[in-house]
């Protein structure tokens, strides 16, 4: 029956050790802030793509300029 005190007795306490380590980092902040990890990944794909394609539109002014340049 001592040992039923001592576990009731440990998981109360460990329960309020991650309740007051809850308290203290919801205070700083930290949970504020849920949705843009989620959405963040999805917009950098589309921010590299536009990059790259950017750059495609770019190199393919440069070769239709040295086809047109061997041409002539």
Known sequence: MDILYLMIL???????????????????????????PAVRILFDSDEIKEKKDEQGDHQNEIEKDNIKEKSE
């Open 10 to 36: 440990c998981s109360v306490s460990l329960a309020a050790v991650f309740l007051v380590v809850f308290i203290i980092f919801a205070r700083k902040g930290q949970f504020e802030d849920d949705e843009s």
